[in-house]
């Protein structure tokens, strides 16, 4: 299905100071460990100004985003998407805008010859994990089958990641 009647745009670091304000939001509604505005905006400045990390925003102004970070992968030539973040304000929700969102995401990840993309999802976030399953994301391993695990191993305490069981993006660690 198309979701065509949203605007969607890949974010600039001029956007830093209205996508800090929607991961703000975000992180209040989960309850999550929220950083203070003027540092947020400005590591997100730097952080889309990096060819490793992008943001998509959408509506004018923004009331949704996502945030993607790039890594290398040793089983193809592209790179690997992880999508940190999706978040719809709630008032928005439920009318396609999301779908939008990530339709968008997958355009662009194709254009960048980005290779596949993932996401880490709380188990009890059925919601979640239907809509991006619709969106063709699984939870097992394509070639085998098997369910797949994310696993989590926090390297620097002093680093307060926003969603410590959200943050990141899942593998499909082999056995
Ligand atoms: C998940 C989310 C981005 C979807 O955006 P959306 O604009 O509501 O999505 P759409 O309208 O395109 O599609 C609706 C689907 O979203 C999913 N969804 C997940 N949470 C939802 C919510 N709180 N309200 C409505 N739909 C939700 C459902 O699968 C729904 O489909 P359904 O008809 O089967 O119930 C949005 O609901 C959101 O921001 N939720 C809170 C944050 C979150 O859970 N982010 C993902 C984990 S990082």
Known sequence: MAHS???VRVASPDDAASLATLLRDFNQEFDAPVDEQTALEGRLS???ARRDFFAVLVGDPAFGFATVALRATAYGDGEVAALEDLYIRPDARGQGAGSALIESLGQ???ARGI???EVFVDEPDADALRFYQRHGFVHHDPGTGERAFYLHHNL????RLPHPERQFGSTAPKA
């Open 108 to 110: 662009h990840a194709r």
């Open 156 to 159: 620097d305490s002093g680093t």
């Open 115 to 117: 290779v596949a993309a």
């Open 5 to 7: 009647t949203f605007d």
């Open 46 to 48: 730097r952080l889309l």
